[in-house]
């Protein structure tokens, strides 16, 4: 008589995968409908899906990964507070979901505490350190937050630069197709309390190679006209920005020609 195989997953978790599928397939739709959405018949499933949590969680009050998914439902339809709830219970039941790390992370940088967000980035890294997104809202949240870290005491400015150098570094190094965060590494430069310019001008001038378009690569130019500028060699510079030409890059362009001009009066 053979041996019964061994179920590959709990009943518990099955029935979450069937909760996730609904709410992806819903939320999909929502999202394809866009200004013609049905709110009211939207706010109905929705209630449906949660009441399914509410079942779930009777099964197993301490399904940490269920308190992890109903929390992503309810911010995506912009429930945020209740949201961070379910995530702060389910990092309670398993400190080591990096995902729930992180939402708990955006949370709490978007109400304007970095000093609380920076750890729990941290601690998401710490757990999925090979995890692109989670490298690059580090560096982000140090770059828009740097006064309040370095008022804090607990950070200097150099630190607070290099710490946003590196985690953009790291984020464009995990996913080298993703234009953004590469893009973000190299103006991470101008945060460096000793930047290496000419570190800077040749990342800028290897990622015009990887541009998408003329648009792109002429914005990497305007980068690499800065930091030329910065290095004290306005002709250079100037021969780049007249390389420049796509309209909705001119104001950019011309606040450089500015500084060249007001450059060469001292």
Known sequence: MPLRAQPTESMTEHHLKQ???????????AAREGEKLDSEGLRSQLQSIVAEYEILFREDPNFAAGYASEGLLLRQ???????????????QLDPNIPLVKNQIGNYLAEDGKPL?????????????????????????LLHEARDDFVRSGDWTRDAVGNAEHEAFRRASELAPD???????YGESYYDLTKPDWDQA???WGQLEDKAQNQKQREAMRLQAANILITQGKPDYAQTLL??????????QKQKLVAQIAETAKK
């Open 19 to 29: 909760i996730v599928e609904r709410q992806h397939a819903l939320l999909d739709e």
């Open 77 to 91: 339809v912009g429930m945020n507070k209740e949201a961070v709830g379910l995530m702060l219970k389910a990092n």
């Open 116 to 140: 609380e967000a920076v750890s729990y980035y941290l601690a998401a890294i710490k757990l999925a350190p090979n995890e692109p997104l989670y490298h690059y809202q580090l560096g982000t």
């Open 178 to 184: 993703r234009l953004e965060y590469a893009y973000s």
């Open 201 to 203: 001008l040749k990342f």
């Open 242 to 251: 007249n390389t420049v030409t796509d309209p909705s890059l001119q104001e």
